[in-house]
């Protein structure tokens, strides 16, 4: 099946830093999402970018789909943004199954 | 607000019990997810209902059944419920494009 890795596992900032997330993925993929769970377990939607390059305030999202990988970028980093990002994928010919990486853990110190 | 509905948020109950949690998708959307998500692991998919019917399964145990009604709502039944059974299990709900919108999940505590 598909794989999905993130990097880095944990990453640990000060308020006010600058971050990139990363996703790669093995296969040619339909869809690609970035999620946010929050320290309260909540999976908040950021981006559906199965390819291209979308912002979203200090967020913004690039997925290069040839050459299988997405980046998340934070930056100005609050401490609300602390909790784990994930990706998800849904591969080409595939199950049509969104397959998720195991996430990056973020805290942002004040 | 995702749109996606799912009750109960909490639940604790004993081991060998049964549980029900029940999702209410966006409105118009035709697939309805289940995914499962313990203790510090990722989610892991467990099954997949489209416009009512079985669409794909995952890593779903033989104690655990689900369903998705005429109203769209789904229900995943959990039984014979074993300690390792307490997660967060999460209803995710999409249009024909795909893109997922998760419910709060609902968090089973079996003591």
């Known amino acids: 099946g598909i794989q999905v890795e993130q990097s880095p596992p944990d990453l640990i900032l000060q308020e006010g830093a600058n971050s990139t997330l990363r996703c790669n993925f093995s296969?040619?993929?339909?869809?690609l999402q970035w999620f946010h769970q929050n320290p309260w377990g909540q999976l908040i939607n950021l981006f559906y970018?199965?390819?291209g390059t979308k912002q979203n305030g200090r967020l913004s999202a690039t997925t290069v789909a040839t050459e299988r990988y997405s980046l998340l970028y934070i930056s100005s980093s609050q401490t609300t943004d602390s909790g784990v990002y994930f990706c998800?994928?849904?591969?080409?010919?595939?199950?049509?199954?969104?397959?998720f990486g195991r996430g990056t853990s973020l805290i942002v110190h004040p | 607000d995702s749109g996606v509905t799912q009750t109960p948020k909490h639940l604790i109950t004993a081991t060998g019990q049964r549980v029900t949690l029940r999702c209410s998708p966006r409105?118009?959307?035709?697939?309805v997810y289940w995914y499962q998500q313990s203790l510090d692991q990722g989610l892991q998919f467990l099954i997949q209902?489209?416009?009512?019917?079985?669409?794909a399964k995952g890593n779903i145990l033989e104690r655990f059944s689900a369903q998705q009604f005429p109203d769209l709502h789904s229900e995943l039944n959990l039984s014979s419920l074993e300690l390792g059974d307490s997660a967060l299990y999460f209803c995710?709900?999409?249009?024909?494009?795909?893109?997922?919108?998760f419910g709060e999940g609902s968090r089973l505590t079996v003591l």
């Open positions: 209902y489209y416009n009512g019917e079985e669409r």
């Open positions: 409105s118009g959307d035709l697939s």
């Open positions: 296969d040619s993929v339909n869809n």
């Open positions: 995710a709900s999409s249009k024909d494009t795909g893109e997922l919108f």
């Open positions: 998800a994928v849904v591969i080409v010919g595939g199950s049509y199954i969104p397959t």
């Open positions: 970018i199965p390819s």
